[in-house]
C-alpha cells in the first residue's frame, strides 16, 4: 500500500511539474514574440500586460497538447534511469520541441508550418525553458520513488 501511495504521489508531481513546464514555455514564447514586435517592459501598454494574463494560459494549453507524447516519453525515461541534472531536462525540452516541429513539417496540409529560422529557435529555446522549469518543480527528484529505501548503504559482515 506505501509503494502504491508512492507512485500516485510521483504522478501528481509529474503532472504538476509538466503544467509549470507548459506555463514557462508559454510565458517565455510569449515575452519573446512581444518583444520583437518592439514591445519594451518600459514602453509597454497597460492593455498589452493585462493582455499576457489571459494569453499565457492559453497558449499553454496549446504547448501541453502538442507536447504531451513526446514529452511522456522523455519523462518516462527520466524516470527509468533517475536523471536529476538540469542539463538533461534542458536539452529534453529541446528534444520535444524538436520533435513537434518535425511533426509539423510533415503535415503538408497545414498551413501551420514554420519555416523562419528566429521562429524555429524561439520554439527551441522555449522548449529549452519548459524543460528546466520541469527540473525545477518535478525532475529534481526523478526515480526517487523506485529507490529501496531499506536498502544497506554500507555492506555486510565479511565473515572473516
Do not use: C
Not at 514602453?43 to 507536447?67: D, E, K
Not at 522549469?133 to 548503504?153: H, I, Q, V
Amino acid at each position: 500500500m506505501n509503494r502504491l501511495v508512492a507512485y500516485i504521489v510521483r504522478f501528481a508531481i509529474i503532472l504538476f511539474g509538466y503544467a509549470v513546464a507548459s506555463l514557462a514555455a508559454s510565458a517565455f514564447l510569449n515575452v519573446l514574440f512581444l518583444a520583437s514586435l518592439g514591445y519594451a517592459p518600459v514602453q509597454a501598454h497597460p492593455a498589452a500586460t493585462a493582455s499576457l494574463y489571459f494569453s499565457i494560459p492559453f497558449v499553454a494549453l496549446f504547448v501541453a497538447y502538442f507536447g504531451f507524447m513526446p514529452a511522456a516519453v522523455v519523462i518516462l525515461i527520466a524516470e527509468i534511469l533517475g536523471r536529476r541534472d538540469w542539463l538533461f531536462y534542458a536539452l529534453a525540452g529541446a528534444v520535444v520541441a524538436g520533435v513537434f516541429l518535425g511533426l509539423v513539417d510533415n503535415v503538408r496540409d497545414s498551413a501551420f508550418a514554420v519555416t523562419e529560422t528566429s521562429t524555429l529557435m524561439a520554439v527551441l529555446g522555449g522548449g529549452m525553458v519548459g524543460g528546466i522549469f520541469y527540473w525545477l518543480s518535478a525532475g529534481r527528484w526523478a526515480g526517487s520513488w523506485w529507490k529501496d529505501e531499506k536498502a544497506p548503504t554500507s555492506p555486510g559482515p565479511t565473515g572473516s
